[in-house]
């Protein structure tokens, strides 16, 4: 699992995914630089908060979508 490339997907500082993860910043970093895996329930947390941001994602399109439509009305 490529940490980092997650937590820049979501637009995250460490510091931010390391509160949602329930863990530390350090922890986040050295899973980033790979010294150390997420062990098995930080991978589920970590999977977690990636389908809770699509869920999210998914929920905000069609609203995206209508506010540009709208603003081509003007």
């Given at each position: 699992m490529d940490v980092r490339a ?54 905000s399109e069609p609203v995206k ?10």
């Open positions: 997650l937590r820049r997907q979501l637009g995250l500082t460490q510091a931010e995914l390391a509160e949602k993860a329930f863990t530390t910043p350090r922890t986040i970093i050295r899973w980033e630089q790979k010294n150390v895996m997420p062990n098995l329930q930080g991978r589920a947390r970590l999977r977690e908060i990636a389908k809770e941001w699509q869920r999210d994602q998914a929920r979508r209508q506010l540009e439509a709208s603003d081509g009305d003007e």
